[in-house]
C-alpha cells in the first residue's frame, strides 16, 4: 500500500552521553516518540562532529569514548509532531531541532502479513 | 590519440644504470613521452646484451647488475614523432634510437572514455531535492540487500549521488524496535539512504522505489545545492590503475 502525504522532519542533535531522567537520551526519545503514537524515528552516530554540547569528537577504533554526535530524524504529519515538541523542549537541556516540511511517500504491506 | 593506419614505431635502447640529469634514463625519457602526449609506451628490460662498447652485460651473476639493457618502445604518427625525436636524441646519450615504418591495425582504446562525462553526472546547482529513503536492514529486494540494491539502481540511473547511513536504534509503522548490537551481529538495523538530484531525476526514479520498496518512508524536500562538484579526470589516471 502506498500514500502520500505532507509531513514534518525534525532532526534532533546532540550526543551520544546526554542523558534524561538517568536513560540515554536518545533512547528516552524514540521511547517518547512511540508513546505518542509518532509514525517512526530513527537515530544516527556520526563519525565525527561538534556542536553546542560536544567538543571536537571523531570516532577512533577501539573508542570507549560515548560522546559521540547522535541525530534522531522523526517524520509524521503536523499535528503529530507537535505534540511532540513541548516533550523535546524538556527533554533537550544542548542540541539543536532542525524542522523541515517534507512530502512523503509511505509504503506498508496489507495489514494481514504484519506482524 | 593514435588511429589505425600508418604509423611509426621507435626503439629507443638504453643502459639501465645510465642518468639523464640525475634521473634514471628511462624514467626521464618515459616521462617526457607521457607529458608530450604520447599515446602509449613500454619499457623492456633486456636479461643480456651488448652495446657500442662492446661488454657484455646479463644478469647472470647475483648481484644486481645496472647496466642490463633497456628498451623503450612506443609507437605515434610520423609528425609527432618528429616533433619529439631532437628531445629524444639528446636525451638519450650514448643510446641508440631505430625508427621503424609500422601499421596501426587496431588502436589501443581507454578502458575507461574520458572526457565523456556520464550523461546523469552534469553540473547541477541551486534548488534541488533531497530523497530520504528509509527501509530495514534486512529488507531484501531479489535476493540481494534492499539498500544496496536501491543503491547500484540510484547509479545506474545517473543520480548525482547517494549514501546509505545504518541507524543504531529506531522503529517504523510496525512499532517494532530496530537495535543496534555489540560487533554488529545484528542486521536489522534502520537503514536510510539520502540522495541528492534535480526534481525531474528523482521523480523519474520514484517508479523504480515503488517497485523495490514494499515497506518504508520516502520523504522529498526542497534544498538548496551550494556546491556539486567531481575531481577532474586527470591525464595521470589514465596508465595508473591500481
Known amino acids: 500500500m502506498k500514500e502520500q502525504f505532507q509531513a514534518r522532519m525534525l532532526r534532533i542533535h546532540f550526543t551520544e552521553a546526554d542523558k534524561w531522567q538517568g536513560e540515554v537520551l536518545y533512547k528516552a526519545i524514540v521511547a517518547k516518540c512511540m508513546e505518542l503514537g509518532i509514525g517512526g524515528a530513527t537515530v544516527f552516530r556520526g563519525v565525527a562532529g561538534f556542536g553546542a554540547s560536544a567538543r571536537m569528537y571523531h570516532a577512533r577504533t577501539l ?3 560515548k560522546n ?7 517524520i509524521d504529519t503536523e499535528e503529530q509532531i507537535q505534540k511532540l515538541i513541548p516533550h523535546l523542549d524538556q527533554m533537550i537541556a544542548g542540541g539543536l531541532i532542525a524542522s523541515s516540511t517534507v512530502q512523503a511517500i509511505r509504503y506498508s504491506r496489507s495489514a494481514e502479513d504484519s506482524h | 590519440m593514435l588511429t589505425a593506419g600508418k604509423a611509426v614505431k621507435v626503439s629507443i635502447y638504453v643502459s639501465e644504470g645510465s642518468t639523464h640529469h640525475g634521473m634514471s634514463i628511462y624514467a626521464s625519457i618515459l616521462d617526457f613521452l607521457f607529458f608530450r602526449g604520447v599515446s602509449g609506451a ?3 628490460k633486456g636479461v643480456a646484451g651488448f652495446g657500442a662498447d662492446h661488454h657484455i652485460h646479463s644478469a647472470n651473476f647475483v648481484e644486481i647488475s ?5 628498451k623503450i618502445e612506443f609507437i605515434e604518427t610520423r609528425e609527432k614523432v618528429d616533433e619529439l625525436l631532437g628531445k629524444l636524441e639528446e636525451m638519450v646519450g650514448s643510446g641508440m634510437i631505430e625508427l621503424h ?3 596501426v591495425a587496431k588502436p589501443a582504446q581507454l578502458s575507461k572514455p574520458k572526457n565523456v562525462p556520464a550523461p546523469g553526472h552534469v553540473k547541477i546547482e541551486g534548488k534541488a531535492k533531497m530523497m530520504r529513503i528509509y527501509i530495514g536492514e534486512s529488507d531484501r529486494w ?3 540487500p534492499l539498500h544496496e540494491s536501491l543503491l547500484r539502481a540510484m547509479r545506474a540511473n545517473d543520480l548525482a549521488g547517494a549514501t546509505v547511513y545504518r541507524g543504531i536504534l529506531g522503529y517504523g509503522a510496525h ?9 554488529h551481529l545484528s542486521h536489522d538495523c534502520s537503514i ?9 531525476k528523482l521523480k523519474a526514479f520514484l517508479p523504480l522505489v515503488d517497485k523495490m520498496v514494499q515497506e518504508g518512508l520516502v520523504v522529498l524536500s526542497d534544498v538548496d545545492i551550494i556546491k556539486y562538484t567531481h575531481r577532474a579526470q586527470e591525464i595521470s589516471e589514465a596508465g595508473s590503475e591500481p
Open chain 2, 175 to 183: 512499532r517494532r524496535i530496530h537495535k543496534e548490537k555489540p560487533l
Open chain 1, 63 to 65: 573508542s570507549i569514548s
Open chain 1, 68 to 74: 559521540a554526535p547522535v541525530m534522531v530524524t522523526v
Open chain 2, 142 to 144: 531479489l535476493d540481494k
Open chain 2, 192 to 200: 536510510m539512504l539520502s540522495v541528492v538530484d534535480t526534481e525531474e
Open chain 2, 101 to 103: 615504418e609500422t601499421t
Open chain 2, 66 to 70: 645496472d647496466h642490463l639493457p633497456l
Open chain 2, 42 to 44: 613500454t619499457v623492456l
